[in-house]
């Protein structure tokens, strides 16, 4: 699934998503649980605010990011 995600900038330049937009739908992010690079992606597992999990995946040449899984509150 594409989604819209908004970015902090470190001092080095690597992006981290601060929040998600699905459709109209806002989900801050509370916590990054863990992130891991590929040959092309970088992946970010991160706890929403609605505290689902998901992990992103952004691609590296296209700049964009897309939802790779879900899994909502028990």
Request: glycine residues 6%; hydrophobic residues 30%; contains cysteine.
């Amino acid at each position: 699934m594409r989604i819209r995600v908004e970015c902090y900038a470190g001092y080095r330049g690597e992006e981290t998503p601060r929040r998600i937009w699905m459709g109209n739908r806002k989900i801050e992010i509370k916590e990054v649980q863990d992130q891991w690079l590929s040959p092309d992606h970088r992946y970010f597992k991160i706890l929403g605010d609605d505290n689902a999990v998901y992990i992103l995946r952004h691609d590296s040449k296209s700049w964009e990011w897309n939802l790779t899984f879900y899994k909502a509150q028990q």
